[in-house]
């Protein structure tokens, strides 16, 4: 027995009146209770081990928060990066409405072919009179000349 013990137990022997058998199991009954939240207190306690376990994951959470915020954007850049893709949407609808469709195209393709034809017809025809009116002038230029060669009456 120890100090603490040997005075625990003349504690209950003396100032509580116990019997010395009484007083013994007393002291044992309190040992062991005390060893027993002793044990159980060790248990809730953590190792070495656990805690750099604990300290290690900790380090690379904090290490992944900051990756984290370093790839953050502020608002600013945020609603500049927004207002920039509202801006290139508003250029593509621009265009899109500018597209026309393969029926659209068709029918612009038929009328320029027909305009395209008109043309022509109507070049050939006036170089067809442009022609006709210079041989005419050739027809009238010969017969004045032999008209006035006296070779025409």
Same mark, same amino acid.
């Given at each position: 027995?120890?100090?603490?013990?040997?005075k625990?137990?003349?504690?209950?022997?003396?100032?509580?009146?116990?019997?010395?058998?009484?007083?013994?199991?007393?002291?044992?009954?309190?040992? #062991?209770? =005390?060893?027993?939240?002793?044990?159980?207190?060790?248990?809730?306690?953590?190792?070495?081990?656990?805690?750099?376990?604990?300290?290690?994951?900790?380090?690379?959470?904090?290490?992944l928060?900051?990756t984290?915020?370093?790839?953050?954007? +502020?608002? #600013?850049?945020?609603?500049?990066?927004?207002?920039?893709?509202?801006?290139? !949407?508003?250029?593509?609808? +621009?265009?899109?409405?500018?597209?026309?469709?393969?029926?659209e195209? =068709?029918?612009?393709?038929?009328?320029?072919?027909? =305009? !395209?034809?008109?043309?022509?017809?109507?070049? +050939?025809?006036h170089?067809?009179?442009? =022609?006709?009116?210079?041989?005419i002038v050739?027809?009238?230029?010969?017969?004045?000349?032999?008209?006035?060669?006296? !070779?025409?009456?």
């Amino acid at each position: 027995m120890n100090t603490g013990t040997l005075k625990l137990y003349d504690f209950a022997r003396h100032d509580l009146h116990l019997p010395d058998k009484k007083a013994m199991e007393f002291v044992t009954t309190l040992g #062991e209770f =005390s060893e027993m939240q002793l044990a159980k207190r060790d248990l809730d306690l953590a190792t070495k081990t656990e805690l750099l376990a604990v300290k290690t994951e900790l380090k690379q959470e904090i290490h992944l928060v900051a990756t984290r915020m370093d790839l953050m954007a +502020t608002k #600013e850049e945020l609603y500049a990066t927004k207002n920039e893709l509202k801006q290139e !949407i508003h250029a593509v609808a +621009t265009r899109l409405n500018l597209m026309a469709t393969k029926e659209e195209l =068709s029918d612009v393709k038929l009328q320029l072919t027909r =305009s !395209i034809h008109d043309t022509e017809t109507r070049l +050939t025809k006036h170089m067809f009179a442009a =022609s006709l009116g210079q041989v005419i002038v050739i027809i009238v230029t010969v017969c004045t000349i032999l008209k006035y060669a006296g !070779i025409l009456r």
